[in-house]
């Protein structure tokens, strides 16, 4: 079946189309940027290039490597029967997925069509597996809350009236509904024939099968998203119990395939349970069910916790830490490009990826510092655990704003060390958020690609961002430089341990996207290569590159005799002029070379952060804050 439209349910800041100066435009100022091409970098895992649901014609275009069965509607999907529900996202309808030979069920599913398009466009699969304990009935059409059983409702479904929203016409719920008129329950001996039957199908994960199985979507918001069937929420001890129960089925059926979990929502599933947040008010002053286990954030504890059970048992059952992540300031993610200020806005939010300078412009009003933060929690509780951020989304994907957000996003995850990142919702092939793609994974139309090794870069500014890596095959060094001001910038770019060409200096090819053309990337004229005085004070290679206002350049440059420093463990990085490269423990999954060291920009002298942060202000009505961006698969 194919998703429903997204539904926003609080008015988005509608799109306004970006005005842009004209390419032509006049840099207004120079800024000095540097790359140290001979230090040693660090692997970009290629596993960063994924969504959710991509089409595998986009995904073949692209180069995506992954993509991810997931969301509200994987929660409670039967893999025998290939019913779905939707849960909260639409009416709590179980519905059949598209299938037009249902007799031979359970082959020919959509779940094995999903995993056998996505081996055929070159892709690995994330598979949501069922954790809630219920799933779809495996027959005919049903919903949870029939308005001939349960009485008039505040919506209900157009198309299908009977079917409401759970919702009395004064608002308020309906409770003690039967969980089975539109499911059946569901126990890990369910998930484990679920296995057993892809294993048989499509092979063991390390012979070219499901690599990856996500432990359910989001459980900090079952009560919310699937009332109908969990009506009260999940506590600390709750999710640790169906991770191991169900990890040990994983690693029983297939012992190298990869689990991520929690795939926790967003910030407050981060540190609390949905226990913590069930009394109301300022339940955060007193969160008693993080109290009860030792006031350590939920992210924490549930690493903490796996760990230890890999000291019992002998065996790793997490394997991949994964949070989503939509960045909650105003008119953002899941929007439109909105007005001027949401524009610099959705730009400047990029930054809570890393920045520990960076106070977040919403109600969390605190350094985010989502993959640094990550990377901490996992080297003090469970070090050797991958880093997955399973969705994110910074909205605008049909803008050129947008295009220059995600460009940004992917940028990040390869200098910080992100082992897997999944797009939601997928833009169209031709809209920009999808040549933010092609930037990295296809940039001239022949399957140029930027490089695998991140460099360590200087000068970045708030305005120009670079990013820097060494491409494998031809040893060819590829820049990106997005400019998000509203006026041209000029670069002056020097490189230190790379020497372009055979025979030492040249030029650089130069792509860009831009205004000028939203269709495609174009090849500009090459900017020769020529020398400044760098930022040691000694002569290098130099480019000057003229940046059009809103602008994505990619520069690649070939390789010339001994140029360069290979990756390796102890990889560091500045990201901007002013922050200096330290190195802190992280993980890579484990199914490729280990790296057991990263770096990231330092914290400013003024500012702490730690792993135990919290957040310090939340709105009144806190827990329903994610409710208004309903996903629906």
């Keep these: 079946m194919r998703p429903f439209p997204l539904l926003i349910a609080l008015s988005l800041a509608a799109a306004v189309p ?30 960063i290039y994924g969504m959710n649901f991509a089409d595998p014609a986009l995904a073949r275009e692209l180069g995506l490597t992954v993509r991810r069965w997931g969301g509200n509607g994987t929660t ?97 719920r309906i409770t003690g509904n039967d969980p089975r008129d539109a499911n059946v329950p569901a126990d890990p001996v369910f998930v484990r024939r679920w296995l057993d039957h892809l294993v048989a199908r499509f092979g063991a994960a390390e012979a070219g099968g499901v690599r990856y199985y996500n432990l359910d979507n989001e459980p900090m918001l079952w009560h919310e998203t699937h009332r109908d069937v969990f009506p009260t929420g999940l506590g600390y001890d709750g999710l640790l119990a169906r991770t191991l129960d169900y990890a040990r089925v994983v690693k029983d059926a297939d012992p190298g395939a990869l689990t991520l979990g929690p795939a926790e929502w967003g910030w407050t599933g981060y540190f609390y349970s949905a226990l913590d947040a069930a009394p109301g008010g300022a339940w955060w002053q007193d969160p008693k069910d993080r109290r009860a286990h030792g006031d350590v954030p939920l992210a924490a504890w549930y690493l903490r916790q796996l760990n230890a059970a890999e000291r019992r048992e002998g065996r790793r059952l997490l394997d991949v830490f994964d949070l989503h992540y939509y960045p909650q300031a105003e008119g953002v993610t899941l929007a439109g490009a909105g007005n001027a200020a949401t524009r610099a806005r959705r730009l400047r939010s990029t930054r809570s990826l890393w920045d520990p300078s960076y106070r977040d412009e919403s109600w969390i009003d605190e350094p985010v510092r989502l993959i640094p933060r990550m990377r901490d929690w996992v080297a003090a509780e469970y070090p050797g655990t991958g880093l997955a951020i399973g969705e994110y989304n910074w909205g605008a994907l049909d803008d050129l704003n947008g295009a220059l957000a995600q460009a940004l996003v992917l940028g990040i995850f390869g200098r910080e060390g992100v082992d897997l990142a999944l797009l939601w919702d997928p833009p169209a092939a031709d809209e920009p958020g999808a040549f933010a793609f092609r930037v990295y994974r296809n940039y001239d139309g022949q399957g140029g690609r930027f490089g695998e090794t991140s460099l360590p870069v200087q000068g970045a500014t708030e305005e120009v961002s670079l990013f820097a890596a060494r491409r494998a095959a031809d040893g060819a060094m590829t820049v990106v430089l997005v400019n998000g001001a509203t006026a041209a910038r000029e670069v002056q770019l020097t490189v230190a341990g790379h020497a372009p060409g055979p025979d030492g200096p040249s030029a650089a090819r130069v792509f860009r996207y831009d ?4 269709h495609a990337i174009r090849r500009q004229p090459d900017v020769a290569v020529g020398s400044a005085m760098g930022p040691g004070g000694q002569v290098l290679p130099s480019l000057r590159v003229d940046l059009p206002a809103s602008s994505i350049t990619v520069l690649e440059l070939a390789a010339g005799e001994g140029a360069g420093a290979t990756a390796t463990a102890s990889a560091t ?21 280990t790296m057991d060291a990263t770096a990231g920009p330092t914290r400013v002298a003024t500012e702490t952060v730690t792993s135990e942060a919290t957040p310090t202000a939340l709105p009144v009505g806190m827990r329903r804050l994610w409710l208004p961006l309903l996903r629906l698969r």
Excluded at 102 to 117: C, K, Q, V, Y
Excluded at 515 to 518: H, K, P, R, S, Y
């Design 76 to 172: 409670r999907y039967h893999w025998e029967a290939d019913t779905s529900n939707h849960a909260a996202d639409w009416f709590f309808e179980t519905l059949p997925e598209d299938n037009a030979d249902r007799g031979r069920l359970p082959e020919g599913s959509a779940a094995d069509r999903f995993i056998s398009d996505g081996r055929a466009a070159g892709m690995d699969t994330v598979m949501t597996l069922p954790l809630i304990g219920w799933v779809a009935r495996p027959v005919g059409r049903s919903c949870s809350f029939s308005v001939a059983k349960y009485g008039p409702q505040a919506r209900t479904d157009p198309w299908w009236p009977d079917c409401g929203d759970g919702h009395r016409p004064d608002g308020s």
């Design 18 to 47: 970006a005005v842009v100066p004209a390419a032509t435009a006049r840099p207004t100022a120079t800024v000095v940027l540097h790359v140290d091409a001979g230090r040693p970098g660090r692997v970009i895992r290629p596993e």
């Design 515 to 518: 205004a000028a053309d939203l």
């Design 573 to 593: 990085a500045t990201a901007t002029a002013t922050a200096t490269a330290t190195t802190a423990a992280t993980a890579t999954l484990p199914v490729t070379a």
